[in-house]
C-alpha cells in the first residue's frame, strides 16, 4: 500500500554533514506528522526529530542546533539536514509518517526501512 522510501545515508567523517530524505508514496489522502528515528547496534530506536503537520518541529537533545527536519507536503516528502556529525551518530536511520490513506478513516503509522549512516574516520 503505502512506501517510504530514504535515501541520503552513507560514510562521513566527523564534523561532515548529511542530508537524509523519506518520500512517501501510495495511496495517501494526507500525512500529519513526519519523524525521523535511529538505531545503533545493541541500542534502542530513538526518535532523532519530528515535524507536525504545522510544521512545528521538535529534536532530541544531543542533536539540538546541529540537525535540522523539514518537509515538502507537495512531495510527501521529510528531510533531514544532519550538520557537525559525530561518531555517536552513526545508526541506521528510519523515516515515519503518520497518515491518512484514501478510503480510510483514521490515521496510521508507517515506516521505510533504513538508511545506514556511518559517522567515522
Known amino acids: 500500500q503505502v512506501q517510504l522510501v530514504e535515501s541520503g545515508g552513507g560514510l562521513v567523517q566527523p564534523g561532515g554533514s548529511l542530508r537524509l530524505s523519506c518520500a512517501a508514496s501510495?495511496?495517501?489522502?494526507?500525512?500529519?506528522?513526519m519523524g525521523w528515528y535511529r538505531q545503533a547496534p545493541g541500542k534502542q530506536r530513538e526518535l532523532v526529530a519530528h515535524?507536525?503537520?504545522?510544521?512545528?518541529?521538535s529534536y532530541r537533545d544531543s542533536v539540538k542546533g546541529r540537525f535540522i527536519i523539514s518537509r515538502d507536503n507537495a512531495r510527501n516528502t521529510v528531510y533531514l539536514q544532519m550538520n557537525s556529525l559525530k561518531p555517536e551518530d552513526t545508526a541506521v536511520y528510519s523515516c515515519?509518517?503518520?497518515?491518512?490513506?484514501?478510503?480510510?478513516?483514521?490515521?496510521?503509522?508507517?515506516w521505510g526501512q533504513g538508511t545506514q549512516v556511518t559517522v567515522s574516520s
Open positions: 515535524i507536525a503537520s504545522d510544521g512545528s518541529t
Open positions: 501510495g495511496s495517501i489522502f494526507s500525512i500529519n506528522g
Open positions: 515515519n509518517a503518520r497518515l491518512h490513506m484514501y478510503g480510510g478513516t483514521v490515521y496510521n503509522d508507517y
